[in-house]
Structure formats: structure tokens, C-alpha cells
């Protein structure tokens, strides 16, 4: 007797210059391997970030710049619209993810600063991620991000905040049939 949509969104290509695709409405956001910011469930890895990730899609505009081999994302997202409290405010994500594809070994990597902009706690995270594929079949990876920021307390006491985060990845598809595949990840 009802329906619910989800990921409804408008994508404009090429509307002010060749490179810009600008995409506004709920949607998917996965970047890296989605250690710090994916949608709920996407993440590749145990240790996604729950604080950026708690929903399945975000409400967002996304500005993508493709110069190939660069690709630069610009976002804005709602996580989450505070209408009860006179003292409180919104809960938004900010963040620029920048990325660069190599002409050998299959070859990327990225750099990202994103910003959770919340009532008494605003969180920033500074990361980079790359991975290479030296022979066929076998990928290699890396992911590093640095977090940090205050927290301010009911009392008005502030409180710092910061964090590592790592990963270290290996997967080897081998060439069969069925391709079977092997992944090793160390976490930090």
C-alpha cells in the first residue's frame, strides 16, 4: 500500500565545463576502500568508520572534476537535521578526495580531508590511500588516515581528540575457471 524510495538524485554532466558532473540527492559515496567514508554495509574492510557511514546513502552534492588521470571530488552531505533544540545544530559532512590514476601496474592513489561539522564535536580526517597491481592477478594496498579534533563537553570543557587508522591489503585472483580469490589484510 505504499512505497519508499531511496537514492534519488539528479546528475548534470558537462552543464558548466567538459570535466564537472554534478550529482545532488541521496546517494552512494565510497572512497578508498572504504575506511572513512562509505555507505552502511559497503565497507571492504572490518573497521569502517561508523561516525561517516551509519546510513545506506547520503543526502549530498557531489562535484566531480575528471582530468584525466586526475579526479577531484568535492562533497557537502546532511547527516542528520536537528529540529528539536534551540542550541544544537546540524550534523554535516565536508570533504575534497583527490585521485590520480598511473599508466602502469594498474596503479591509483588518493588523498582526502573530510569534515564532520556536529553540535559540540567537529571532526576532522586526513588520509591517503594507494594500490598497485605489480603482477597479474595480484593487487596491493595501502590506506592511512589521521583523525582529530575537540569535543565539547555539557560542562564547556573541550576535549581533543585524535586517532590513527590503517590498513595494509593483499588479494591474488587466480587464473581459473571460478576465479578464486585470496585476500590478507592487516588493520590498525
Same mark, same amino acid.
Given at each position: %500500500?505504499?512505497?519508499? #524510495?531511496?537514492? $534519488?538524485?539528479? %546528475? !548534470?554532466? =558537462?552543464?558548466?565545463?567538459?570535466?564537472?558532473?554534478?550529482?545532488?540527492?541521496?546517494?552512494?559515496?565510497?572512497?578508498?576502500?572504504?575506511?572513512?567514508?562509505?555507505?552502511?554495509?559497503?565497507? *571492504?574492510? +572490518?573497521?569502517? &568508520?561508523?561516525?561517516?557511514?551509519?546510513? *545506506?546513502?547520503?543526502? &549530498?552534492?557531489?562535484? *566531480?572534476?575528471?582530468?584525466?588521470?586526475?579526479?577531484?571530488?568535492? $562533497?557537502?552531505?546532511?547527516?542528520?537535521? $536537528?529540529?528539536?533544540?534551540?542550541?544544537? =545544530?546540524? =550534523?554535516?559532512? @565536508?570533504?575534497?578526495?583527490?585521485?590520480?590514476?598511473?599508466?602502469?601496474?594498474?596503479? =591509483?592513489?588518493?588523498?582526502?580531508?573530510? $569534515?564532520?561539522?556536529?553540535?559540540?564535536?567537529?571532526?576532522?580526517?586526513?588520509? *591517503?590511500?594507494? +594500490?598497485?597491481?605489480?603482477?597479474?592477478? !595480484?593487487?596491493?594496498?595501502?590506506?592511512?588516515?589521521?583523525?582529530?579534533?575537540?569535543?565539547?563537553?555539557?560542562?564547556?570543557?573541550?576535549?581533543?581528540?585524535?586517532?590513527?587508522?590503517?590498513?595494509?591489503?593483499?588479494?591474488?585472483?587466480?587464473?581459473?575457471?571460478?576465479?578464486?580469490? !585470496?585476500? #590478507?589484510?592487516?588493520? @590498525?
Amino acid at each position: %500500500t505504499g512505497m519508499e #524510495l531511496d537514492y $534519488v538524485n539528479i %546528475t !548534470l554532466k =558537462e552543464m558548466f565545463s567538459s570535466p564537472l558532473t554534478l550529482k545532488i540527492g541521496r546517494q552512494e559515496m565510497i572512497f578508498g576502500d572504504a575506511m572513512v567514508v562509505a555507505n552502511s554495509g559497503q565497507s *571492504t574492510t +572490518s573497521m569502517t &568508520a561508523d561516525d561517516y557511514s551509519a546510513r *545506506t546513502g547520503f543526502d &549530498a552534492i557531489r562535484a *566531480t572534476l575528471d582530468y584525466k588521470p586526475w579526479a577531484i571530488d568535492l $562533497v557537502y552531505s546532511k547527516i542528520d537535521e $536537528v529540529y528539536e533544540a534551540e542550541n544544537q =545544530e546540524d =550534523e554535516d559532512l @565536508y570533504g575534497i578526495n583527490i585521485g590520480y590514476q598511473f599508466d602502469n601496474y594498474n596503479a =591509483e592513489a588518493e588523498s582526502y580531508l573530510f $569534515v564532520k561539522d556536529a553540535d559540540a564535536k567537529d571532526i576532522y580526517t586526513l588520509g *591517503t590511500r594507494g +594500490s598497485f597491481s605489480p603482477v597479474e592477478g !595480484l593487487e596491493l594496498s595501502a590506506e592511512a588516515a589521521y583523525q582529530f579534533g575537540d569535543y565539547l563537553t555539557q560542562a564547556d570543557a573541550s576535549w581533543g581528540q585524535k586517532a590513527w587508522a590503517g590498513e595494509l591489503l593483499s588479494s591474488y585472483a587466480f587464473d581459473s575457471k571460478y576465479q578464486p580469490s !585470496l585476500r #590478507l589484510g592487516y588493520y @590498525y
